[in-house]
């Protein structure tokens, strides 16, 4: 098979022996595969795969049908439609996926969208409801809403009936974001918006005092992207008395049972409105996987409303 | 009735009109009260009461008997012995207590021991298992375990199946603190033991980054005491690693329905542990109320295991 392949911390398109599906595995030829932070911290050496991922091939999510299947295989056959998150390899045309990770995707959601929809909705919705347990009529805000965690959590938001702010930096992607169903503002902005009960924050660390001063009593804060910085200065008394909680994490290093019990929750809780056309998967550019490089490079820089997608050819 | 009564940031005891119970209410004549660090705060004007407490009268627990009721009160009478945490007003000889907030005192305990339980019972419960969800075989460290709260959190660890190491500045301390339940080491040594599942935080700020450093995939940290510093520099990294949460609060501030339901879950959980004798209300020294000066000069000094108790007159 072809596959984005990590070599002296560059990225090439090479040839790789066909993966073999083991016990509880799908083989999936993958037709779109979103590309994330994650990947390109990859490239760089800074974040090496976890166990049972190639480590040389990056790649956090993809959409695609089942060609082959291991033992003990019980909920998807060859010829399905099927997306997933992984641990690594997705941006290759054949990847593992461990069948209790899999996600149906919908019949009216096409190629594109469901490669970049596993790790974004999953995302926001374990930050959202798992970590905060956002509830109807809350005052959410999200940082950074522009991206593809960003887009997903406005959505989320919005349709459990939250009251949802985002902050968006660039003024061009701010009415987008808008008519995704939040009221957007700049990022020095939103303070005289709160107070919230959630903050989603996907920047990092220069937000965080802010954030605690926007925060209501009971306010939980989640921090899952910190790009712009990993260092926080908290007020301890500030958070005593607002009875606040302040929570933190990735999807990637998580084992199995985790990704699996988050997979099976966005089925449960978030497939339902994709199906319905109830949720969009904004896409910024698309790219085939012989210009992967192009594609980390158009990630890598400002100014996108939404995800960067990998295609493969069928 | 008489009272520990706040005049020009001072203690004076004084009299003052005795309380009149309204609905739902509980008047009780105090036996024993704990102080707590709140009640020096508030002395010093920098706690004020929250609304519906006495504003010049300290004293954030008691124990006693009820001597009349307000109208609509369903679960406790005149005669009965009840203990409660109130939002102020518990250093007096008559004390309002909404019976919803309030505990039956077993038969076997002690009024001074009853006096001191309430505030640190629910704190640490509150604290280690609504907030914290400690379980069964998990890793619990107490950081600054000689006080109330700390003596408390280490026994109810215990006695829920934690493996728990307490933090005891003062060497002297430590045998009584691993008396009830604890592997006990010195502020800079807890690290070596970890890592730990669950962090209880009585000290302040300056413990935090080691918190981290010791804290297990998974872990939480509950702060509820920050005497020692309020400010804490926390690495969002490391956080978002651990998937780990960072929680803080005080019991004070709380709404009547928060109070209750924190009341009723000590009810279910803890008094019966109480009651058959495996958990200890350690008492560092007792005062009488017409010394209560002296009880918040003790308070105040370091090298005490457990509470100060002002005991009144039957």
């Given at each position: 098979m072809r596959a984005a392949t990590i070599a002296d911390r560059a990225l090439v398109v090479a040839d790789q022996p066909?993966?073999?599906?083991?016990?509880?595995?799908?083989?999936?030829?993958?037709?779109?595969?979103?590309?994330?932070?994650?990947d390109l911290?990859?490239?760089?050496?800074?974040?090496?795969?976890?166990?049972?991922?190639?480590?040389d091939i990056p790649g956090l999510e993809l959409a695609g049908e089942v060609v082959a299947v291991g033992r003990d295989v019980e909920r998807f056959g060859p010829g399905d439609r099927v997306m997933a998150v992984v641990g690594g390899g997705a941006h290759a045309e054949l990847v593992l996926v461990h069948e209790r990770t899999a996600l149906a995707v919908p019949d009216d959601t096409a190629w594109d969208e469901a490669g970049g929809f596993p790790e974004a909705f999953t995302t926001a919705h374990d930050a959202l409801f798992t970590q905060c347990q956002?509830?109807?009529?809350?005052?959410?805000?999200?940082?950074?809403?522009a991206g593809g965690v960003g887009t997903a959590?406005?959505?989320?938001?919005?349709?459990?009936?939250?009251?949802?702010?985002?902050?968006?930096?660039?003024?061009?992607?701010?009415?987008?974001?808008?008519?995704?169903?939040?009221?957007?503002?700049?990022?020095?902005?939103?303070?005289?918006?709160?107070p919230f009960d959630v903050v989603l924050e996907l920047v990092g660390g220069p937000n965080m005092a802010a954030n605690l001063a926007a925060l209501a009593v009971g306010g939980r804060i989640c921090v899952i992207g910190a790009g712009a910085g990993g260092s926080a200065e908290i007020n301890l008394h500030a958070l005593m008395i607002l009875r606040a909680r302040i929570s933190a994490s990735t999807l990637r290093a998580r084992p199995l049972e985790a990704k699996a019990d988050a997979a099976r929750r966005v089925e449960r809780q978030v497939l339902p409105l994709l199906a319905a056309g109830r949720l969009r998967v904004p896409i910024a550019a698309r790219f085939r996987l012989e210009q992967v490089g192009d594609a980390y490079e158009r990630f890598a820089a400002p100014g996108k409303l939404g995800k960067v997608i990998v295609l493969m050819d069928a």
């Open positions: 066909d993966p073999v599906p083991d016990s509880g595995q799908l083989l999936v030829r993958t037709r779109a595969a979103g590309v994330n932070a994650a911290m990859q490239v760089q050496g800074g974040y090496p795969a976890p166990p049972g991922s190639p480590s956002l509830a109807l009529g809350e005052r959410l805000v999200v940082h950074g809403a959590a406005v959505q989320l938001g919005a349709a459990a009936g939250a009251q949802v702010t985002a902050t968006v930096r660039r003024a061009e992607l701010r009415p987008a974001v808008a008519a995704l169903g939040a009221q957007v503002v700049g990022p020095d902005e939103f303070a005289s918006v709160g």
